[in-house]
């Protein structure tokens, strides 16, 4: 530690340069990337949102009411400051329906990645490094799994289960497993049998060690780089579900749901179909801007010398 | 080549295995009681219950189940819709080609903007041209399709009435399906305006169903070429003195449209997934809509049915991308 640091202020002096940690380098790559800054940016703005929503919302989420149905935006004749992007069919404010969905949408997008891509990395892992018939049993499941179109499973699981929050964040999870498998796997047969992981063997370290402390770490970015993209797909199949009705269940203000709820109103009131929609795309752009950066950040073979 | 086929259709069969097991598993996975799920109904008597459990085969070993469940997929035999009491196969059979003709509409849509768009963000990269055409893109591919279409319809059917919002063709036009496709069908009937008509019913549906595949088109034709435009031969090419339109059009191209033709193959499974939500806004009598409906509607042998059907055809589908592949790859020699 001492030593690093000696060097560092040795050679920072003259040219001012010190080595960069990996934190830094990743941020350097990451900040070339000006979508990927804004996209950050935004999802940050949409975090604090989501937390604080009880206290910056105006109003309450599900409370209706009954002598503003419909009140246009703000900024059309008819809008009122009182609902500053209007309201809906039973009188409940956009805006504040807003901010508390943004809470649901990143829950499943947090939720689904963490479960998938645990389940998933485990069973990649396994079967990437044991190969045999574990190997085939795994591969052969998700080959099963991938010959779906991945709403229609989603759809299909739901309705196993029954419709819900709940229930559909279980069902994309389970579509997305496959992709984590697929890439955990091809990542760990590419590394196990280089030296480090030969000399970790004669070192004497077991299967669970060798598979999680040594390859592991070495197979990340990938990883990384999918579950930035598979968190923007999971909001857009959870919020897909939700506007066929097989995901989050009414008043819940989850965005895919309000869609559903005002699809009879689209010819006479706009806004309550225009929000909920440029919510999900802003935020699933957003994501998929950092996903874009990470990817470039990340991917040795891609960066631009 | 016959040996990859061999082999690639023998690696299909535990996977067309399986996804038999997991249609034949969907029915009992469900929660309550299969034989009332099955018929559809409440309140049976007791000795209908008893004959229905005996019809259905319910009383038997899983195992036996599960073969004769197999033995009439193999024939064709999907059993039949509660609602309407037709063979599921034949329903599928009528609906297919409606949601055939909207899928190679919007892959169409897909290809023909999308190569050139990615080819020509390659050729500019850096610039303006670049970052406009793949900030398209990426919006495209972050779009909630379902979002998308509603806003299409308050657009372009709403305040300006350009497009009918649902449906294939008008309902003045009334003609015997002969292909099932509606563009083919409407000329073939020679009625005057059926097939502006289908085409009207067609725009709207295409782009919504089009917008992901153009954009994922779109980028990886990008990247493909810029992959491509480094390569020395390309650079020989110029060297040779050869028009620039020559150089990108052809010997450029035409290799970094491998990659591509793959990528188009496989996204089968997300039109698939785009024509539920697409066929349920438009009205679309196709697949997808059948297929919510049926869930919806609790008719469970449509869903198990149509899952192993839409299942099938996915498979066959990558499977004849994977073999197109090795014939226009010369890389590939097997």
């Known amino acids: ?305 | 080549m016959i040996k990859l086929l061999f082999r690639r259709v023998g690696l299909m069969i535990p996977t067309f295995i399986g996804a038999t097991l997991l249609s034949f598993l969907f029915i009992r996975m469900l929660p309550g009681d299969p034989v009332l799920l099955m018929a559809g109904e409440r309140g049976m008597t007791d000795e209908r219950y008893q004959r229905l459990l005996h019809e259905f085969g319910f009383d038997r070993p899983y195992w036996q189940q599960y073969l004769e469940y197999l033995w009439g997929v193999l024939q064709g035999d999907l059993g039949e819709s509660f609602r309407t009491k037709v063979p599921v196969l034949q329903e599928f059979l009528t609906l297919f080609p409606a949601t055939v003709e909207l899928s190679l509409c919007a892959m169409l849509l897909a290809t023909v903007i999308g190569i050139p768009a990615g080819v020509i963000a390659a050729i500019r990269r850096g610039r303006a041209l670049d970052h406009g055409t793949m900030g398209t893109a990426l919006v495209g591919y972050s779009m909630p399709i379902f979002w998308w279409a509603l806003m299409l319809i308050i657009v372009v059917s709403g305040q300006w009435g350009l497009t009918p919002v649902s449906g294939r063709i008008s309902l003045l036009y009334f003609f015997e399906p002969v292909t099932g496709f509606m563009l083919i069908d409407s000329l073939l009937s020679g009625q005057e305006g059926a097939f502006g008509s289908a085409v009207q019913h067609l725009i709207l549906p295409t782009i919504v169903l089009g917008t992901i595949p153009l954009a994922v088109v779109a980028r990886q034709t990008r990247s493909a070429m810029l992959e491509v435009l480094g390569e020395d031969y390309v650079r020989t090419a110029r060297a040779k003195g050869l028009s620039p339109f020559r150089v990108v059009g052809i010997h450029a191209l035409r290799n970094a449209l491998i990659p591509v033709t793959t990528t188009i193959g496989l996204q089968i499974g997300v039109l698939f997934g785009g024509a539920i939500l697409t066929e349920t806004i438009f009205a679309w009598p196709g697949i997808g809509k059948w297929m919510i409906e049926s869930v919806s509607a609790r008719d469970y042998s449509v869903v198990q049915g149509g899952l192993l059907l839409i299942a099938v055809i996915v498979m066959v589908v990558n499977l004849m991308v994977d073999l197109m592949y090795g014939l226009i790859n010369p890389k590939i020699r097997y």
């Open chain 1, 1 to 305: 530690m001492t030593d690093t640091t000696a060097v560092s202020t040795a050679n920072a002096a003259p040219n001012n340069q010190a080595p960069v940690g990996p934190w830094r380098e990743f941020w350097a790559y990451f900040s070339e990337n000006k979508g990927a800054v804004a996209g950050l940016g935004f999802f940050v703005v949409l975090v604090v949102v989501a937390l604080l929503a009880d206290f910056i919302a105006p109003h309450d989420p599900i409370e209706q009411y009954r002598e503003h149905f419909l009140v246009p935006p703000v900024w059309v004749d008819g809008g009122s400051w009182d609902f500053l992007l209007g309201t809906d069919a039973v009188g409940r404010d956009i805006l504040s329906r807003l901010m508390f969905g943004a809470r649901y949408s990143l829950f499943i997008g947090c939720i689904v990645v963490s479960g998938a891509a645990v389940v998933g990395i485990a069973i990649g892992l396994f079967a990437g490094y044991l190969g045999g018939w574990v190997d085939t049993v795994a591969m052969r499941v998700m080959d099963i799994l991938l010959s779906y179109p991945p709403l229609l499973l989603a759809l299909v699981f739901v309705a196993i289960l029954g419709p819900g929050l709940e229930n559909a964040i279980v069902a994309i999870a389970v579509i997305q497993l496959p992709h984590y498998v697929r890439l955990t796997r091809a990542s760990v047969m590419s590394e196990r049998n280089r030296d480090y992981v030969t000399s970790a063997r004669v070192a004497g370290a077991g299967t669970l060690r060798l598979v999680t402390v040594t390859i592991l770490p070495n197979c990340m970015a990938p990883i990384i780089v999918q579950a930035a993209l598979s968190f923007s797909t999971a909001i857009l199949d959870a919020a897909a579900l939700g506007f066929l009705g097989m995901g989050a269940q009414p008043p819940l203000p989850e965005w895919g749901t309000m869609l559903a709820e005002a699809r009879e109103f689209i010819l006479r009131a706009w806004w309550v179909v225009t929000f909920p929609g440029v919510a999900i795309l802003v935020t699933v752009l957003a994501i998929n801007l950092m996903g874009d950066g990470l990817r470039d950040a990340l991917d040795p073979k891609l960066k631009r010398s």
